[in-house]
């Protein structure tokens, strides 16, 4: 394994005040100190289990001496607005969390409060990702045009249940706004599906709920959160207090997803300068990959592609997908015996994050 490093910039304190992320340039700011994240995505709250998943195998702790181990600074939380709108109260079922007497009879939400502990224990930060609407699937846009149990109100007011409850956390690294608009999600152009549009009046309104909290709102593309290459013709008009909050956050995956996918390095090269590369070269935009990943036996020539061309872009953090095994599609960072690592995997995050900020206390 190759040898971590962490540049320091002051650690989390319990009940200190929380330091402000803001974006410069082409980098991401905790106070007054360049960040670099070497991220991961850890999920469960977002589905029908309503917890965290592999608490069946190992607890809280096994987990967490891993992502500390592993120089892991930073996990993506997703979540669903069934569960925290409509099922806030949700009771755990026991035989999710076997592996951990802690989370035993506990609430989802208190199990999340747990998480926000021992992750700030560790000096992991968290951003939270609106992953899913309903706890079944990936909706198109922010809202269901089907449902009216979904809608542009229920999406603030997720957001608004969730952040009242973590915001003065000093381990908050931010927020994503929604998870992969695709199908009828535009970007410009306007309209009710102008995912563009929606981020210029989403983002000063719930930035603006919290004026005294200062942090960073992950912004997706549309084509299943892979493509913002409409932002040429249509820039987001924001404000740069609240452009200074911004991340663009593209997901990318190869073959195990989209078959289809290509192999060649200037082809993928050119794929990616045309959907996302530029907003840095181009705009002086700040890019973190908020999902990519694969399995090894499929995408491994494609994820050594991916992690050369992050290298040798001012692309400094990444969220990987995921943490455990079970996403059907490209597995995980652990194997399907949730306790061994893919080594392989380690190796790229090693290569594209070298040296992730530590924000342990002393």
């Known amino acids: 394994m190759m040898m971590t490093f962490l540049l320091s910039v002051g650690g989390l304190l319990r009940g200190s005040t929380p330091k402000e992320w803001t974006v410069d340039g082409i980098d991401i700011m905790y106070g007054n100190k360049k960040a670099y994240l070497r991220g991961l995505s ?35 939380v997703p979540f669903s607005s069934e569960w925290i709108y409509y099922n806030y109260d949700q ?23 747990l998480i926000f502990d021992k992750a700030e224990e560790k000096g992991i930060m968290i951003l939270l990702d609106h992953h899913r609407l309903h706890k079944e699937y990936i909706s198109e846009l922010w809202y269901s045009p089907t449902d009216d149990a979904y809608t ?22 931010g927020i994503d706004l ?22 210029e009046y989403a983002v000063p ?14 912004i997706e593309g549309i084509n299943w959160g892979h493509t913002f290459d409409a932002y040429h013709a ?14 663009f956050s593209p997901h990318v995956y190869g073959r195990s997803v989209v078959p289809t996918t290509s192999e060649d390095p200037e082809t993928l090269r050119s794929q990616w300068n045309e959907y996302f590369g530029f907003l840095d070269t181009d705009y002086d935009k700040v890019i973190i990959p908020g999902e990519w990943g694969g399995k090894t036996d499929i995408d491994q020539t494609w994820m050594n592609i991916f992690a050369d ?7 400094k953090s990444n969220f990987f997908w995921s943490l455990g095994p079970n996403s059907g599609d490209v597995g995980g960072l652990l194997l399907d015996d949730w306790s061994t690592l893919d080594q392989f995997k380690i190796d790229l995050l090693y290569k594209m994050v070298p040296n992730p900020t530590n924000f342990k206390s002393p």
């Open 234 to 247: 249509h820039p987001l008009n924001l404000a740069p207090s609240y452009l200074s909050q911004i991340v």
């Open 152 to 173: 542009d109100d229920t999406f603030f007011a997720t957001w608004y249940r969730i952040l009242d409850r973590y915001i003065d956390r000093p381990n908050l690294l």
């Open 309 to 315: 061309y992050v290298v040798s872009k001012p692309i």
């Open 91 to 113: 009771y755990v079922n026991e035989a999710l969390v076997s592996a951990d007497p802690q989370c035993s009879h506990l609430q989802s939400i208190e199990i999340l409060d």
């Open 42 to 76: 850890w999920f469960g709250f977002e589905t029908p289990d309503f917890v965290m998943n592999g608490l069946w195998l190992h607890d809280l702790d096994f987990y967490f001496t891993i992502l500390s181990n592993l120089g892991i600074n930073a996990i993506r």
């Open 205 to 218: 309104v719930i930035i603006d709920h919290y004026p005294e909290r200062r942090f960073l709102v992950f």
């Open 178 to 199: 929604i998870n992969e608009p695709h199908g009828q999600a535009t970007f410009g152009g306007g309209g009710d599906t102008d995912w563009k549009q929606f981020v």
